[in-house]
Protein backbone atom coordinates (compact mmCIF):
# COMPACT_ATOMS: atom_id res chain seq x y z
CA UNK A 1 0.00 0.00 0.00
CA UNK A 2 1.62 3.64 -1.23
CA UNK A 3 2.75 5.45 2.01
CA UNK A 4 2.93 9.45 1.87
CA UNK A 5 6.42 8.96 3.61
CA UNK A 6 9.69 8.64 2.41
CA UNK A 7 12.42 5.96 3.63
CA UNK A 8 16.17 6.37 3.91
CA UNK A 9 18.62 4.35 4.80
CA UNK A 10 21.70 5.70 5.58
CA UNK A 11 24.62 3.10 4.26
CA UNK A 12 27.12 4.75 7.48
CA UNK A 13 25.31 2.95 9.72
CA UNK A 14 22.96 0.69 8.00
CA UNK A 15 20.03 2.06 9.90
CA UNK A 16 16.45 3.33 8.09
CA UNK A 17 14.31 6.20 8.89
CA UNK A 18 10.80 7.10 7.77
CA UNK A 19 10.26 10.74 7.39
CA UNK A 20 7.00 12.28 5.90
CA UNK A 21 6.05 13.76 2.64
CA UNK A 22 4.00 16.77 2.13
CA UNK A 23 2.96 18.84 -0.64
CA UNK A 24 5.93 16.84 -2.64
CA UNK A 25 8.63 17.77 0.06
CA UNK A 26 10.27 16.55 2.80
CA UNK A 27 10.97 18.84 6.08
CA UNK A 28 14.76 19.27 5.81
CA UNK A 29 14.61 19.15 9.27
CA UNK A 30 13.19 15.92 9.69
CA UNK A 31 16.76 14.66 8.37
CA UNK A 32 18.37 15.71 11.53
CA UNK A 33 17.24 12.96 13.37
CA UNK A 34 19.96 11.02 10.64
CA UNK A 35 23.19 10.76 12.89
CA UNK A 36 26.36 8.55 13.27
CA UNK A 37 26.56 9.45 16.98
CA UNK A 38 25.02 10.94 19.58
CA UNK A 39 27.14 13.96 19.37
CA UNK A 40 26.98 13.83 15.55
CA UNK A 41 24.73 17.31 14.43
CA UNK A 42 22.39 15.12 12.38
CA UNK A 43 22.22 15.73 8.20
CA UNK A 44 21.35 18.53 6.54
CA UNK A 45 20.28 19.03 3.27
CA UNK A 46 22.97 21.56 0.80
CA UNK A 47 21.70 23.70 -1.80
CA UNK A 48 23.61 26.58 -2.81
CA UNK A 49 21.29 29.56 -4.56
CA UNK A 50 17.98 27.68 -3.54
CA UNK A 51 17.77 25.49 -6.74
CA UNK A 52 15.83 22.81 -4.54
CA UNK A 53 14.41 24.22 -1.26
CA UNK A 54 10.71 25.29 -0.74
CA UNK A 55 11.48 28.36 1.91
CA UNK A 56 7.94 28.96 2.34
CA UNK A 57 4.24 27.73 1.54
CA UNK A 58 2.96 30.38 0.26
CA UNK A 59 -1.20 31.33 -1.15
CA UNK A 60 -0.30 33.77 -3.38
CA UNK A 61 1.24 33.16 -6.62
CA UNK A 62 1.40 29.98 -8.59
CA UNK A 63 3.91 29.25 -10.96
CA UNK A 64 4.64 25.82 -13.28
CA UNK A 65 7.96 26.60 -14.83
CA UNK A 66 7.67 23.68 -17.32
CA UNK A 67 4.19 25.08 -18.75
CA UNK A 68 4.39 28.53 -18.81
CA UNK A 69 2.29 29.25 -16.22
CA UNK A 70 1.86 32.28 -13.80
CA UNK A 71 -1.37 32.66 -11.74
CA UNK A 72 -1.75 35.53 -8.96
CA UNK A 73 -4.12 34.05 -6.25
CA UNK A 74 -5.44 31.01 -8.79
CA UNK A 75 -5.98 33.94 -11.44
CA UNK A 76 -4.61 33.48 -14.92
CA UNK A 77 -1.98 36.17 -15.77
CA UNK A 78 -2.67 36.56 -18.81
CA UNK A 79 -6.87 37.21 -17.97
CA UNK A 80 -5.25 39.76 -15.14
CA UNK A 81 -3.19 41.34 -17.53
CA UNK A 82 -6.44 42.11 -20.04
CA UNK A 83 -8.79 42.72 -17.61
CA UNK A 84 -7.93 43.77 -14.08
CA UNK A 85 -6.27 47.68 -13.62
CA UNK A 86 -3.04 47.55 -11.33
CA UNK A 87 -4.18 48.77 -7.79
CA UNK A 88 -6.89 46.00 -8.67
CA UNK A 89 -3.92 43.48 -8.54
CA UNK A 90 -2.31 44.97 -5.82
CA UNK A 91 -5.73 44.55 -3.96
CA UNK A 92 -6.02 40.74 -5.22
CA UNK A 93 -2.53 40.34 -4.20
CA UNK A 94 -2.69 41.58 -0.75
CA UNK A 95 -5.86 40.58 -0.18
CA UNK A 96 -6.92 36.89 -1.74
CA UNK A 97 -9.62 38.17 -3.21
CA UNK A 98 -10.80 40.70 -6.14
CA UNK A 99 -12.21 43.94 -4.62
CA UNK A 100 -15.86 44.79 -5.63
CA UNK A 101 -16.49 48.04 -6.90
CA UNK A 102 -16.68 49.82 -3.85
CA UNK A 103 -13.53 48.12 -2.18
CA UNK A 104 -11.57 49.20 -5.75
CA UNK A 105 -12.77 52.90 -5.31
CA UNK A 106 -11.99 53.11 -1.39
CA UNK A 107 -8.64 51.60 -1.86
CA UNK A 108 -8.07 54.18 -5.15
CA UNK A 109 -8.85 57.21 -2.97
CA UNK A 110 -6.24 55.44 0.17
CA UNK A 111 -3.35 55.45 -2.65
CA UNK A 112 -4.49 58.63 -4.58
CA UNK A 113 -4.28 60.42 -0.92
CA UNK A 114 -0.72 58.90 0.04
CA UNK A 115 0.92 60.13 -3.04
CA UNK A 116 3.00 63.20 -1.63
CA UNK A 117 6.12 62.25 0.05
CA UNK A 118 7.98 65.20 2.83
CA UNK A 119 9.56 67.88 1.37
CA UNK A 120 12.52 66.63 3.39
CA UNK A 121 13.34 63.92 0.95
CA UNK A 122 13.31 66.75 -1.92
CA UNK A 123 16.76 67.43 -0.18
CA UNK A 124 18.10 64.39 0.44
CA UNK A 125 17.74 63.13 -3.39
CA UNK A 126 19.21 66.90 -3.96
CA UNK A 127 22.40 65.07 -1.89
CA UNK A 128 23.12 63.07 -4.64
CA UNK A 129 25.40 62.99 -8.15
CA UNK A 130 23.45 64.74 -10.98
CA UNK A 131 24.49 61.20 -12.68
CA UNK A 132 23.31 59.04 -9.80
CA UNK A 133 21.82 56.11 -11.08
CA UNK A 134 18.10 56.04 -10.17
CA UNK A 135 18.21 52.80 -8.69
CA UNK A 136 20.37 53.70 -6.21
CA UNK A 137 18.49 56.46 -5.64
CA UNK A 138 15.03 54.97 -5.16
CA UNK A 139 16.59 52.34 -2.69
CA UNK A 140 18.12 54.45 -0.63
CA UNK A 141 15.06 56.89 -0.29
CA UNK A 142 12.97 54.16 0.23
CA UNK A 143 15.05 52.91 3.09
CA UNK A 144 15.08 56.72 4.55
CA UNK A 145 10.90 56.57 4.40
CA UNK A 146 11.21 54.27 7.59
CA UNK A 147 12.52 57.27 9.54
CA UNK A 148 9.82 59.35 8.49
CA UNK A 149 7.32 56.43 9.57
CA UNK A 150 8.99 55.18 13.24
CA UNK A 151 5.62 53.70 13.94
CA UNK A 152 6.28 51.47 10.80
CA UNK A 153 8.59 49.14 12.91
CA UNK A 154 5.09 48.01 14.96
CA UNK A 155 5.21 44.66 12.28
CA UNK A 156 2.61 43.04 14.28
CA UNK A 157 0.12 45.29 14.28
CA UNK A 158 -2.19 44.52 11.37
CA UNK A 159 -4.05 47.91 11.22
CA UNK A 160 -0.32 49.90 11.15
CA UNK A 161 1.10 47.19 8.46
CA UNK A 162 -1.86 48.27 6.38
CA UNK A 163 -1.05 51.99 6.78
CA UNK A 164 2.59 52.08 5.65
CA UNK A 165 1.57 48.99 2.87
CA UNK A 166 -0.56 51.66 1.52
CA UNK A 167 1.66 54.38 1.86
CA UNK A 168 4.69 52.38 0.17
CA UNK A 169 2.50 51.63 -3.04
CA UNK A 170 1.41 54.93 -3.73
CA UNK A 171 5.11 56.80 -2.41
CA UNK A 172 7.10 54.63 -4.88
CA UNK A 173 6.11 55.79 -7.89
CA UNK A 174 7.24 59.71 -7.02
CA UNK A 175 10.24 58.49 -5.57
CA UNK A 176 10.86 56.92 -8.85
CA UNK A 177 9.59 59.78 -11.04
CA UNK A 178 11.64 62.10 -8.34
CA UNK A 179 14.66 60.21 -9.01
CA UNK A 180 14.36 61.10 -12.80
CA UNK A 181 14.29 64.58 -12.34
CA UNK A 182 17.06 64.95 -10.60
CA UNK A 183 19.29 63.01 -12.81
CA UNK A 184 17.93 65.29 -15.79
CA UNK A 185 18.56 68.53 -13.93
CA UNK A 186 14.68 68.96 -13.97
CA UNK A 187 12.13 70.75 -11.48
CA UNK A 188 9.96 67.95 -9.31
CA UNK A 189 6.37 67.54 -10.21
CA UNK A 190 4.05 66.35 -7.66
CA UNK A 191 1.07 64.12 -7.78
CA UNK A 192 -1.69 65.38 -9.74
CA UNK A 193 -4.61 62.91 -8.02
CA UNK A 194 -6.63 63.48 -11.05
CA UNK A 195 -5.26 60.80 -12.90
CA UNK A 196 -4.49 57.05 -12.80
CA UNK A 197 -2.14 55.21 -11.07
CA UNK A 198 0.05 54.82 -14.25
CA UNK A 199 -1.34 58.38 -15.91
CA UNK A 200 -0.10 60.07 -12.52
CA UNK A 201 3.36 57.95 -12.48
CA UNK A 202 3.57 59.44 -16.62
CA UNK A 203 2.80 63.26 -15.22
CA UNK A 204 5.53 62.92 -12.38
CA UNK A 205 8.00 62.22 -14.61
CA UNK A 206 7.41 63.98 -18.18
CA UNK A 207 5.17 67.30 -17.42
CA UNK A 208 7.53 70.51 -18.44
CA UNK A 209 5.42 73.67 -18.63
CA UNK A 210 2.11 72.71 -19.78
CA UNK A 211 -0.63 73.98 -16.58
CA UNK A 212 -2.51 70.07 -17.05
CA UNK A 213 -0.24 66.75 -18.11
CA UNK A 214 -2.56 64.22 -20.14
CA UNK A 215 -1.05 61.09 -20.75
CA UNK A 216 -1.26 58.93 -23.59
CA UNK A 217 -4.11 56.61 -23.45
CA UNK A 218 -2.33 53.94 -24.92
CA UNK A 219 0.91 54.75 -23.04
CA UNK A 220 -0.89 54.56 -19.61
CA UNK A 221 -2.63 51.62 -20.26
CA UNK A 222 0.52 49.68 -21.43
CA UNK A 223 2.38 51.03 -18.61
CA UNK A 224 -0.11 50.05 -16.40
CA UNK A 225 -0.10 46.71 -17.55
CA UNK A 226 3.42 46.14 -17.53
CA UNK A 227 3.03 46.99 -13.95
CA UNK A 228 0.52 44.49 -13.36
CA UNK A 229 2.70 41.72 -15.26
CA UNK A 230 5.75 42.09 -12.66
CA UNK A 231 3.56 42.48 -9.41
CA UNK A 232 4.66 39.34 -8.04
CA UNK A 233 6.58 36.35 -9.30
CA UNK A 234 6.64 33.82 -5.89
CA UNK A 235 10.22 33.52 -4.36
CA UNK A 236 12.43 34.90 -6.70
CA UNK A 237 15.88 36.82 -5.53
CA UNK A 238 14.20 40.01 -4.38
CA UNK A 239 11.39 38.63 -2.77
CA UNK A 240 13.33 35.43 -0.92
CA UNK A 241 15.53 39.43 0.47
CA UNK A 242 12.07 40.70 1.32
CA UNK A 243 11.44 37.86 3.55
CA UNK A 244 14.49 37.32 4.96
CA UNK A 245 14.83 40.96 6.27
CA UNK A 246 11.39 40.90 7.19
CA UNK A 247 11.93 37.58 9.09
CA UNK A 248 14.11 40.11 11.46
CA UNK A 249 11.11 42.20 11.88
CA UNK A 250 12.53 45.18 10.61
CA UNK A 251 10.24 47.81 9.27
CA UNK A 252 8.46 47.22 5.55
CA UNK A 253 10.69 50.66 4.03
CA UNK A 254 13.84 48.97 5.07
CA UNK A 255 13.16 45.27 4.10
CA UNK A 256 11.93 46.86 0.84
CA UNK A 257 14.74 48.67 0.38
CA UNK A 258 16.99 45.58 0.57
CA UNK A 259 14.31 43.76 -1.57
CA UNK A 260 15.24 46.81 -4.20
CA UNK A 261 19.06 46.18 -4.12
CA UNK A 262 18.43 42.94 -4.77
CA UNK A 263 15.93 43.87 -7.89
CA UNK A 264 19.16 46.23 -9.09
CA UNK A 265 21.32 43.27 -10.46
CA UNK A 266 21.69 42.48 -14.38
CA UNK A 267 20.64 38.78 -13.39
CA UNK A 268 17.58 40.20 -12.08
CA UNK A 269 15.31 43.47 -12.88
CA UNK A 270 18.77 44.83 -14.13
CA UNK A 271 18.07 43.04 -16.87
CA UNK A 272 16.05 44.90 -18.88
CA UNK A 273 17.98 47.21 -19.23
CA UNK A 274 20.93 44.82 -20.59
CA UNK A 275 18.35 43.88 -23.31
CA UNK A 276 18.49 47.03 -24.91
CA UNK A 277 22.27 47.62 -24.52
CA UNK A 278 22.93 44.16 -26.31
CA UNK A 279 20.87 44.97 -29.10
CA UNK A 280 22.25 48.23 -29.53
CA UNK A 281 25.19 46.33 -29.95
CA UNK A 282 24.36 43.91 -32.00
CA UNK A 283 23.46 46.78 -34.02
CA UNK A 284 21.67 44.95 -37.78
CA UNK A 285 20.17 41.72 -37.97
CA UNK A 286 23.30 40.71 -40.51
CA UNK A 287 25.29 40.65 -37.38
CA UNK A 288 23.05 38.07 -35.14
CA UNK A 289 24.29 35.12 -36.33
CA UNK A 290 28.04 36.31 -34.86
CA UNK A 291 26.08 37.60 -32.24
CA UNK A 292 24.72 34.06 -31.18
CA UNK A 293 28.11 32.20 -31.83
CA UNK A 294 29.70 34.68 -29.27
CA UNK A 295 27.34 33.24 -27.29
CA UNK A 296 27.93 29.90 -27.55
CA UNK A 297 30.82 30.29 -27.24
CA UNK A 298 30.78 31.45 -23.35
CA UNK A 299 31.65 35.16 -23.84
CA UNK A 300 28.44 36.80 -22.87
CA UNK A 301 24.79 35.80 -22.18
CA UNK A 302 21.91 36.51 -24.57
CA UNK A 303 20.32 38.98 -22.02
CA UNK A 304 16.12 38.43 -21.42
CA UNK A 305 16.56 34.82 -22.40
CA UNK A 306 16.52 32.10 -19.69
CA UNK A 307 15.01 31.38 -16.13
CA UNK A 308 15.09 29.87 -13.35
CA UNK A 309 11.67 28.87 -12.94
CA UNK A 310 10.67 28.72 -16.67
CA UNK A 311 11.74 26.26 -18.60
CA UNK A 312 9.11 27.69 -21.33
CA UNK A 313 8.17 30.74 -23.01
CA UNK A 314 7.63 33.01 -19.84
CA UNK A 315 3.86 33.69 -20.45
CA UNK A 316 4.57 37.54 -19.34
CA UNK A 317 6.92 37.72 -22.13
CA UNK A 318 3.81 36.86 -24.57
CA UNK A 319 1.91 39.26 -23.30
CA UNK A 320 4.15 42.16 -23.43
CA UNK A 321 4.76 40.93 -27.15
CA UNK A 322 1.54 41.81 -27.84
CA UNK A 323 1.55 45.04 -26.30
CA UNK A 324 4.44 46.10 -27.58
CA UNK A 325 2.91 45.80 -31.31
CA UNK A 326 -0.27 47.99 -29.68
CA UNK A 327 2.15 50.79 -28.18
CA UNK A 328 4.54 51.31 -31.16
CA UNK A 329 1.35 51.51 -33.43
CA UNK A 330 0.02 54.32 -31.02
CA UNK A 331 3.73 56.47 -30.63
CA UNK A 332 5.62 54.73 -33.32
CA UNK A 333 7.79 51.81 -33.55
CA UNK A 334 11.02 50.87 -31.54
CA UNK A 335 13.40 49.95 -34.46
CA UNK A 336 15.42 47.60 -32.05
CA UNK A 337 11.99 45.12 -32.32
CA UNK A 338 12.94 43.80 -35.59
CA UNK A 339 16.55 42.65 -34.17
CA UNK A 340 14.94 41.21 -31.40
CA UNK A 341 12.06 39.40 -33.08
CA UNK A 342 15.20 37.63 -35.58
CA UNK A 343 17.39 37.47 -32.54
CA UNK A 344 14.33 35.62 -30.93
CA UNK A 345 13.61 33.48 -33.93
CA UNK A 346 17.41 32.73 -34.06
CA UNK A 347 17.38 31.42 -30.72
CA UNK A 348 14.52 29.75 -30.60
CA UNK A 349 15.73 27.30 -33.38
CA UNK A 350 19.51 27.10 -31.99
CA UNK A 351 20.12 23.45 -30.37
CA UNK A 352 22.61 25.33 -27.54
CA UNK A 353 18.82 27.44 -26.67
CA UNK A 354 16.70 24.61 -27.16
CA UNK A 355 18.78 22.00 -25.04
CA UNK A 356 19.09 24.37 -22.26
CA UNK A 357 15.49 25.13 -22.75
CA UNK A 358 16.10 29.15 -22.81
CA UNK A 359 13.16 30.92 -23.69
CA UNK A 360 12.49 34.86 -23.99
CA UNK A 361 11.76 36.32 -20.36
CA UNK A 362 9.89 39.10 -19.15
CA UNK A 363 13.21 41.56 -20.10
CA UNK A 364 13.01 40.70 -22.94
CA UNK A 365 10.53 42.70 -24.62
CA UNK A 366 9.87 45.09 -21.78
CA UNK A 367 12.64 47.25 -22.15
CA UNK A 368 11.88 47.93 -26.27
CA UNK A 369 8.17 49.34 -24.53
CA UNK A 370 9.95 51.60 -22.01
CA UNK A 371 12.55 53.17 -24.50
CA UNK A 372 9.45 53.79 -26.70
CA UNK A 373 7.71 55.35 -24.42
CA UNK A 374 11.17 57.57 -23.76
CA UNK A 375 11.61 55.69 -20.57
CA UNK A 376 15.10 56.20 -20.16
CA UNK A 377 17.27 52.43 -19.61
CA UNK A 378 18.69 53.50 -15.91
CA UNK A 379 14.69 53.95 -15.35
CA UNK A 380 13.61 50.22 -16.28
CA UNK A 381 14.70 48.77 -13.02
CA UNK A 382 13.11 51.20 -11.39
CA UNK A 383 9.91 50.30 -13.30
CA UNK A 384 10.30 46.78 -12.28
CA UNK A 385 10.34 47.66 -9.05
CA UNK A 386 7.11 50.22 -8.95
CA UNK A 387 5.22 46.99 -10.40
CA UNK A 388 7.12 44.34 -7.69
CA UNK A 389 6.33 46.35 -4.72
CA UNK A 390 2.73 44.86 -3.97
CA UNK A 391 4.43 41.63 -4.77
CA UNK A 392 6.58 42.28 -2.03
CA UNK A 393 4.61 43.44 0.51
CA UNK A 394 2.02 41.00 0.36
CA UNK A 395 4.91 37.65 0.55
CA UNK A 396 6.38 40.30 3.97
CA UNK A 397 2.70 40.16 4.75
CA UNK A 398 2.38 36.38 4.32
CA UNK A 399 5.16 35.96 6.37
CA UNK A 400 4.28 37.99 9.31
CA UNK A 401 1.31 35.62 9.57
CA UNK A 402 3.17 32.36 9.07
CA UNK A 403 2.93 30.47 12.46
CA UNK A 404 5.63 27.87 10.90
CA UNK A 405 8.65 31.39 9.95
CA UNK A 406 10.97 32.02 12.21
CA UNK A 407 14.08 34.70 11.71
CA UNK A 408 15.77 33.31 8.42
CA UNK A 409 18.71 31.49 9.52
CA UNK A 410 20.85 29.54 6.49
CA UNK A 411 23.40 26.81 7.86
CA UNK A 412 26.82 26.30 6.20
CA UNK A 413 29.19 23.75 5.29
CA UNK A 414 32.49 24.89 6.89
CA UNK A 415 35.25 23.80 4.70
CA UNK A 416 37.91 26.23 6.29
CA UNK A 417 40.73 25.91 8.16
CA UNK A 418 39.93 23.57 11.39
CA UNK A 419 41.38 25.03 14.82
CA UNK A 420 45.10 26.38 15.28
CA UNK A 421 47.17 28.75 17.39
CA UNK A 422 47.17 31.95 16.65
CA UNK A 423 50.57 33.97 15.03
CA UNK A 424 51.35 37.38 16.25
CA UNK A 425 52.62 39.14 13.79
CA UNK A 426 56.34 39.50 14.16
CA UNK A 427 56.25 35.76 13.15
CA UNK A 428 54.23 36.23 10.05
N1 LIG B 1 22.32 33.08 -22.46
C1 LIG B 1 23.17 32.05 -22.73
N2 LIG B 1 23.24 30.95 -21.96
C2 LIG B 1 22.46 30.88 -20.88
C3 LIG B 1 21.57 31.91 -20.57
C4 LIG B 1 21.51 33.03 -21.40
N3 LIG B 1 20.67 34.04 -21.16
N4 LIG B 1 20.91 31.58 -19.44
C5 LIG B 1 21.38 30.39 -19.06
N5 LIG B 1 22.31 29.97 -19.95
C6 LIG B 1 23.01 28.68 -19.93
C7 LIG B 1 24.03 28.64 -18.81
O1 LIG B 1 25.30 29.10 -19.25
C8 LIG B 1 24.05 27.15 -18.49
O2 LIG B 1 24.76 26.49 -19.50
P1 LIG B 1 25.66 25.19 -19.13
O3 LIG B 1 24.68 24.17 -18.66
O4 LIG B 1 26.36 24.84 -20.39
O5 LIG B 1 26.59 25.64 -18.05
C9 LIG B 1 22.58 26.75 -18.66
O6 LIG B 1 22.06 27.67 -19.61
C10 LIG B 1 21.77 26.79 -17.39
O7 LIG B 1 21.85 28.12 -16.88
P2 LIG B 1 21.99 28.50 -15.34
O8 LIG B 1 22.93 29.66 -15.24
O9 LIG B 1 22.31 27.26 -14.55
O10 LIG B 1 20.53 28.94 -15.03
P3 LIG B 1 20.05 29.71 -13.74
O11 LIG B 1 18.74 29.17 -13.40
O12 LIG B 1 21.10 29.67 -12.67
O13 LIG B 1 19.98 31.22 -14.24
C11 LIG B 1 19.19 33.25 -15.15
C12 LIG B 1 18.81 31.87 -14.60
C13 LIG B 1 17.93 34.04 -15.40
C14 LIG B 1 20.05 33.98 -14.11
C15 LIG B 1 19.99 33.04 -16.46
O14 LIG B 1 19.20 32.36 -17.40
C16 LIG B 1 20.50 34.37 -17.02
O15 LIG B 1 21.54 34.85 -16.59
N6 LIG B 1 19.74 34.98 -18.00
C17 LIG B 1 20.12 36.26 -18.53
C18 LIG B 1 19.72 37.37 -17.57
C19 LIG B 1 18.24 37.61 -17.58
O16 LIG B 1 17.60 37.72 -18.61
N7 LIG B 1 17.67 37.76 -16.36
C20 LIG B 1 16.25 38.05 -16.19
C21 LIG B 1 15.53 36.95 -15.51
S1 LIG B 1 13.76 37.15 -15.60
C22 LIG B 1 13.43 38.54 -14.67
C23 LIG B 1 13.66 38.36 -13.24
O17 LIG B 1 13.11 37.44 -12.63
O18 LIG B 1 14.38 39.19 -12.68
Known amino acids: ?99 NAKQLEGFRNQVTMHTMVHENMREFIDG ?41 VAKIPTLAAYAYRHRRGLPIVYPDNDLSYAGNFLNMMFKMTEPKYRPNPAVEKALDVLFTLHADHEQNCSTSTMRVVGSSKADPYSALAAAAAALYGPLHGGANEEVIYMLRKIGSKERIPDFIKSVKAGEGKLMGF ?51 KLYPNVDFYSGLIYEAMGIPLDMMTVLFAIGRTPGWLAQWEELLNDPEQKIARPRQVYLGPSRREFVSIDKR
Request: proline content about 4%; cysteine-free.
Open 306 to 356: GHRVYKNYDPRAKVIKRLADEVFDAIGKNPLIDIAIELEKIALEDEYFVKR
Open 128 to 168: FRYDAHPMGILLSTVGALSTFYPEAKNVGDATNRRIQMTRL
Open 1 to 99: MSKDTLTITDNRTGKTYEVDIANGTIKAMDLRKIKVSEEDFGLMTYDPAFQNTASTSSKITFIDGDKGILEYRGYPIEQVAEKASFLEVVWLLQNGELP
